[in-house]
T-cell receptor, first 112, second 112 residues
């Protein structure tokens, strides 16, 4: 059974601090995605990682992918309150079209 | 471009009834996927359609079905509703193999 595990599940951090969310998956995949979901809202695409060693950055968020370790990280730099949300990673196994398997989600709360 | 549009936003149904949810993808997107989101199970893949053909199906009972029309619009049907079908149903469309899925705001289904 394909598993996508994120940790931590819950993260409370102070503004200005750095932290990393981890996403481990159990299948061979050539694509990994990060999404953000605000309460009561839909999912917003953050990053698309398509190759081993890929690194993408947008503002205070940076995502990376290690396909050999089947691990992706989402690093938060100098957190601000606006980053409070739930973050999901998702993988697509090879040759499955757009069948996304989502992680459990990490609920991030940034405290002023 | 307009985003993914789902209707209705909210539905309340009784056990045993059936329901149809509708989704209009982003113009030009031929891949449409459906996901169920619940607090206990997270985001789970239901099925994906591409050019009116079901390309992938998740591990859901046959009560869950869908279809895609020639204009890429999609519908999802759930028959003989059960209490456990209460969830947020998200539709997503994709432009190409490596592009991220773009999600609609979802339909919140409550089964009483």
């Amino acid at each position: 059974e394909l598993k996508v595990e994120q940790n931590p599940l819950f993260l409370s951090m102070q503004e200005g601090k750095n932290y990393t969310i981890y996403c481990n998956y159990s299948t061979t995949s050539d694509r990994l995605y990060w999404y953000r979901q605000d309460p009561g809202k839909s999912l917003e695409s953050l990053f698309v990682l398509l190759s081993n060693g890929a690194v993408k950055q947008e503002g205070r968020l940076m995502a990376s992918l290690d396909t050999k370790a089947r691990l992706s990280t989402l690093h938060i730099t100098a957190a601000v309150h606006d980053l409070s949300a739930t973050y999901f990673c998702a993988v697509t196994p090879l040759n499955t079209g757009n069948q996304f398997y989502f992680g459990t989600g990490t609920s991030l709360t940034v405290i002023p | 471009k307009a985003g993914v549009t789902q209707t209705p936003r909210y539905l309340i149904k009784t056990r045993g009834q059936q329901v149809t949810l509708s989704c209009s993808p982003i113009s030009g997107h031929r891949s449409v996927s459906w996901y169920q989101q619940t607090p206990g199970q997270g985001l789970q893949f239901l099925f994906e359609y591409f050019s009116e053909t079901q390309r992938n199906k998740g591990n859901f009972p046959g009560r869950f079905s869908g279809r895609q029309f020639s204009n890429s619009r999609s519908e999802m049907n759930v028959s003989t509703l059960e209490l456990g079908d209460s969830a947020l149903y998200l539709c997503a469309s994709g432009e190409s193999y490596n592009s991220p899925l773009h999600f609609g705001n979802g339909t919140r289904l409550t089964v009483t």
